[in-house]
């Protein structure tokens, strides 16, 4: 059966896109947040994930305000960036693995969770920027990917809770996966953000910080907050913590806990409270 490795989680904001097409690394405003990731570079040159479910939610590319699930999985061979309007270099396409899309697609199912199943799906920045700053040397990066959107974008959102559960379902069905390869899981966006309103610029240090504590020692302490709760604690866009907490509570189901690998925090990038983190899964 496959196993899962760990789980990984980094905010997605496009100018990250940018300095990296720049070259801007090393630079004062961008050194703290790209110090963040060599021990994870480190860690994951250690257990090598092959395949990589990433929980992401799409702005708008793909799916808009027409017709927007709640939640979406890729089952593609590959999945291509398109121009988003920010100005990012478009990506190499990302290679699939359809058969562990068609895999959890079935198990999800089965588990009440009717995902929408994108057979042709478009990935933006939040899909494409994590790729390049957790293989920065490897690029296309060398794993096989199953994007699963989760809508931020229009109210009312999917509640934490019932995100929590649908980690835990596809945490549970990697499990359930009768293949040998190694695999992990990630979720992308946050920290606190709001980037438009009366609000916008909002940033909340405190509440960031206990979210992260609880990826290591409370994976489910977010569950009790509804999306407005969220929304005020967080901001508008803040809101895509949802995707750490699908992340981690995969992790539930993988083994008997979680070890820290690394984490970094950093304030701001662009609008955002950045924030990343690698978990172990620990047998
Ligand atoms: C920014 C943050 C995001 O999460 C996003 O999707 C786009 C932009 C920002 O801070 O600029
Ligand atoms: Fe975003």
């Excluded at 069905?173 to 390869?181: E, P």
């Amino acid at each position: 059966m496959a196993q899962i490795v760990g789980g990984l989680a980094t905010s997605h904001i496009p100018a990250i896109g940018n300095a990296i097409a720049k070259g801007k690394q090393h630079e004062p405003y961008w050194k703290p947040f790209f110090d963040g990731f060599p021990p994870i570079h480190a860690w994951l040159q250690q257990v090598q994930p092959e395949v990589v479910v990433v929980f992401y939610n799409d702005h708008g590319l793909n799916f808009f305000l027409d017709k927007l699930p709640a939640f979406a999985i890729g089952a593609a061979a590959e999945y291509r960036h398109a121009d988003e309007g920010w100005g990012i270099p478009t990506t190499a396409p990302l290679a699939g693995c359809p058969e562990l899309s068609w895999h959890l697609v079935e198990q999800l199912t089965a588990a009440e969770f009717d995902l929408t199943v994108c057979q042709e799906m478009l990935v933006d920045h939040a899909c494409t920027v994590p790729f390049q700053l957790f293989w920065p040397d490897q690029q296309p990066a060398p794993v096989r990917i199953v994007p699963i959107h989760i809508n931020t974008v229009q109210f009312p959102l999917p509640t934490a809770r019932r995100v929590y559960e649908l980690g835990r379902a596809v945490g549970r069905a990697i499990g359930r996966w009768d293949d040998t390869r190694r695999v992990a899981v990630m979720g992308t966006g946050g920290l606190s953000h709001q980037l438009e309103g009366e609000r916008a610029g909002f940033i909340n240090k405190r509440f960031d910080l206990q979210f992260l504590q609880s990826m290591e020692t409370n994976p489910q302490w977010a569950t009790q907050f509804s999306d407005r709760e969220l929304v005020e604690l967080a901001g508008t866009q803040g809101v895509e913590l949802l995707m750490w907490l699908a992340m981690r509570a995969a992790l539930t189901e993988a083994g008997s806990g979680v070890r820290l690998v690394h984490r970094n925090y950093h304030i701001p990038i662009s609008n955002t409270a950045t924030g990343v983190i690698a978990l172990e899964a620990m047998p």
